[in-house]
């Protein structure tokens, strides 16, 4: 929605406070820049009170001898003179306003397309104003402060300081609170008040942060009689803007400019800089050669990115369209994003903490951020009923790490306790786990991976075994279990591709128990390990799996029948331990769940626990844990884990740890995140999406998915989709006929299209703007990400838009 001109400088003005002048240095700006030559546009977005009192009738009145030059216009208008959310409460239907109070969204898009109208208008250069109403944090129509309301406008703010007595105060909070939100506060200006000179101070504060700060006489007191009136103030206006172009007003306008200038300057050199000088992850620097394969993000905002596409578009100088375009982010920034992109309410938790304490060591001392997460993690979160301890550390692949050390560790205490020497030495133990698992990019996580040949590097050394799991997913409307050869060989007729039912029976795992495929599964399990022990294989002392669903590895969604199977016979089989036992220890091998991704409800549920009806040993939470906001990672462990470090011997402890280990920014940010996902799980919103995938009666969906049911059936139905899966937020589809798996390119090329916003009116949904969709790919599976409160409408919206780019001649019902 952040928009962008060559042609058109856009500023909103905010007000310290009500009653500092905002409108008449507003005023001043929009006169000045008649005078200087340009065109300018004023826009009023919300006016309470009289007609004949309102602020875009003022900017009118003193428009001065440019008078032509300058256009006025207001978008809601109320004629009660009270705050803009009371206002729409008590007059829903009154003067030119809708007939319901407006969302932030709605006043938000009214915003935008005036400005996009002004920019289509404009003749050369012009210069457009936004004045907003009272002080920062007035309420919008809909109640919320505007500071936060205005946010995806991310316009360039002139901040009206306040001159009065409690001034100073009031204008640095304002600023702060603009700051803290990423407002780029390019001027303040402020009248000339010389008792309380608050000018004078504000001058050498904002000098410290290279903001120019402009100083304007005040205006004369108000007369009673409105022709003397007139005459007087448009004698003001005379002096502060004179026709020569000359004073504190102009030097501001230049400025402006200038700010204006230099933005898109550097968001032009960019790309090139860049390229020169970035190594980016998980991208291969020989296949991105061009500026405009470059994604510049300016800001970003809810759900998106706004991207830079001046590079891509030559003529932009000469162009009347935004050098600023909204993106979907489509992969939730590599899977981190629960409540979208600068959340306020994340970011204060952040600054809370950061203002309470900075960072400050853990090892032996406590800090009520990391504690409350402890808590909220073991007594309500996915730790309940079976965790005692946490471990906070700095990111997913460093979490998987320290429940490797616990694991193992564990493991070997264990066996030692119990089977002297014959448990083999500890550098000799591996893991057992799925093909296709990624537990992260630290070595130790990738020795826990098979030697795929793609998440590896010169010294990784594969350390276990790595089963071949089946899957599931939809092809042709149908959900289908898909064997890997060696189990469809213990079957009765040697199908690799079974219907097990409809979705909500496939996880349904309690009641596929005893089923047939859980006893194939069973032996097969059992009868490798056994080759694996005969043929003398590294002792496995840990079963490590991402449950239900392998991201990195291709969005690979694992049959959960066989992951639940696997857990059971690595607990039971006395050929892999020597404590196999029953109780609330640990039993067989200690078991991980990475639940980095899957975790906290990314697909739907805030454990897979609950899918496949068993706790392990030990599992990791991280990128939702924080809303996307700032890197952290939880390990949790089971008390008889805990119990494997303790004793006199410091060596004997679990010796891991980094600087930011339970960094308080990160655990205030994680507790605001699962205060409001917590409440949010109980939501109208998420009922009514749960409830279009019930299976039928008033039976609970066990599986349930943000992505309409009729979209995913129809979408299993295309020629160039081979399967289609989804959960919760996760939506991924597989390119029909190619089998190159990750190294392929097919998936980027069939949905290229997406990544620009698509005019097409018969795509476009009501009430949504065009956007396009920055996705990520794995190969030959393209895969698209919510956050956990992306609206319904965003969601039909992309939805149409990827059933529009796989079949171009047809319109879904």
Not at 148 to 160: E, I, N
Not at 583 to 612: A, K, M, N, Q
Not at 744 to 768: I, K, M, N, Y
């Amino acid at each position: 929605m952040s928009l962008l001109f060559h042609h058109l400088r856009v500023h909103q003005v905010f007000g310290a406070n009500t009653d500092v002048g905002k409108t008449l240095l507003t005023s001043a700006l929009v006169r000045a820049s008649a005078v200087a030559g340009k065109a300018v546009y004023y826009l009023k977005p919300v006016s309470t009170g009289p007609l004949q009192d309102a602020d875009d009738e003022y900017v009118t009145r003193f428009a001065g001898p440019q008078k032509s030059r300058i256009q006025s216009r207001c978008l809601f208008r109320y004629s009660d003179p009270v705050s803009p959310h009371l206002a729409a409460q008590r007059e829903p239907d009154g003067g030119n306003a809708p007939p319901s109070v407006p969302s932030d969204d709605t006043l938000v898009k009214a915003i935008s397309g005036h400005i996009r109208e002004c920019a289509r208008k404009a003749r050369g250069h012009a210069h457009m104003y936004v004045e907003t109403a009272g002080g920062v944090h007035s309420p919008t129509l809909s109640g919320s402060t505007q500071i936060d309301g205005y946010r995806p406008l991310f316009l360039p703010t002139v901040l009206v300081g306040d001159p009065k007595l409690g001034g100073i105060s009031a204008t640095i909070s304002s600023y702060e609170s603009l700051a803290l939100r990423g407002y780029m506060v390019d001027a303040v200006m402020i009248f000339r008040e010389e008792y309380y000179r608050n000018w004078e101070y504000l001058q050498s504060y904002f000098a410290e942060r290279d903001i120019k700060v402009a100083v304007v006489d005040p205006p004369p007191a108000k007369l009673e009689d409105y022709s003397q009136n007139f005459q007087k103030t448009e004698r003001y206006y005379e002096g502060i803007a004179p026709t020569t172009a000359t004073g504190p007003v102009f030097d501001l306008l230049a400025h402006l400019d200038s700010q204006h200038a230099a933005r898109i300057a550097e968001l032009d050199s960019m790309p090139r800089r860049t390229l020169d000088q970035i190594w980016w992850p998980f991208v291969q620097h020989g296949l991105v050669k061009e500026e405009t394969d470059v994604a510049v993000i300016d800001s970003a905002s809810g759900d998106h990115f706004s991207i830079y596409n001046g590079r891509r578009d030559q003529t932009a100088p000469d162009s009347k369209t935004s050098l600023l375009e909204p993106q979907f982010d489509g992969s939730a920034s590599w899977w981190t994003q629960a409540l979208g992109h600068a959340n306020p309410a994340l970011t204060l938790a952040a600054a809370r903490a950061a203002g309470r304490y900075g960072h400050v060591m853990f090892p032996q001392g406590s800090h009520l951020p990391a504690l409350r997460l402890a808590e909220r993690m073991l007594k309500s979160g996915p730790g309940k009923g079976w965790a005692s301890r946490v471990f906070i550390s700095d990111n997913g692949s460093t979490g998987m790490e320290v429940a490797l050390k616990m694991a193992l560790r564990a493991f070997a205490v264990r066996e030692r306790e119990h089977g002297g020497s014959s448990a083999g030495r500890p550098k000799d133990l591996g893991v057992i786990g799925l093909k296709g698992s990624y537990h992260g990019d630290t070595i130790g996580a990738m020795d826990a991976c098979e030697d795929s040949g793609v998440y590896t590097c010169e010294w990784h050394d594969a350390k276990g075994y790595w089963f071949d799991p089946p899957t599931v997913g939809i092809r042709s409307g149908k959900m289908v279990v898909s064997l890997p050869p060696a189990i469809a060989a213990l079957t009765e007729d040697g199908k690799s591709e079974l219907n097990e039912g409809p979705m909500q029976h496939v996880y349904d795992v309690n009641a596929r128990l005893d089923s047939v495929l859980a006893g194939v599964y069973r032996r097969f399990v059992e009868d490798t390990l056994e080759r694996l022990q005969a043929r003398g294989a590294p002792k496995p002392a840990a079963l490590v799996l991402e449950p239900i669903v392998m991201g990195a590895g291709g969005m690979i969604f694992v049959d959960p029948l066989f992951q639940r199977v696997l857990v059971d016979v690595v607990r039971t089989s006395p050929a892999l331990s020597r404590t196999v036992r029953a109780g609330p220890d640990w039993s067989g091998l200690p078991v991980i769940f990475d639940e980095v991704f899957v975790g906290l409800y990314r697909l739907g549920l805030e454990s897979t626990t609950s899918i496949l009806g068993v706790h392990p040993d030990i599992s990791v939470n991280a990128k939702i844990l924080t809303g996307g906001l700032v890197p952290l990672a939880v390990t949790l462990a089971s008390e008889a884990v805990f119990d494997a470090f303790g004793g006199d011997d410091k060596a004997d402890a679990l010796l891991h740890g980094h600087s930011y280990s339970a960094y308080p920014l990160g655990c205030e940010v994680a507790n605001e995140t699962l205060r409001i996902v917590g409440k949010m799980a109980g939501s109208a919103e998420w009922a009514d999406a749960q409830a279009q995938w019930r299976a039928g009666g008033d039976q609970p969906a066990i599986v349930w998915s943000f992505w309409a049911p009729e979209f995913i059936d129809a979408l299993s139905q295309c020629d160039a989709v081979g399967e289609v899966m989804t959960l919760g937020t996760v939506l991924a589809l597989r390119v029909a006929g190619d089998g190159q798996g990750y190294q392929s390119h097919s998936a980027q090329r069939l949905l290229e299209t997406l990544r620009v916003a698509a005019e097409d009116a018969d795509v476009d949904e009501p009430g949504v703007a065009p956007f396009g969709i920055n996705y990520r790919t794995l190969g030959n599976v393209a895969y698209f990400m919510l956050s956990l409160n992306t609206p319904p409408a965003t969601i039909r919206h992309i939805e149409n838009r990827i059933w529009k780019t796989l079949q171009p001649s047809s319109s879904r019902n």
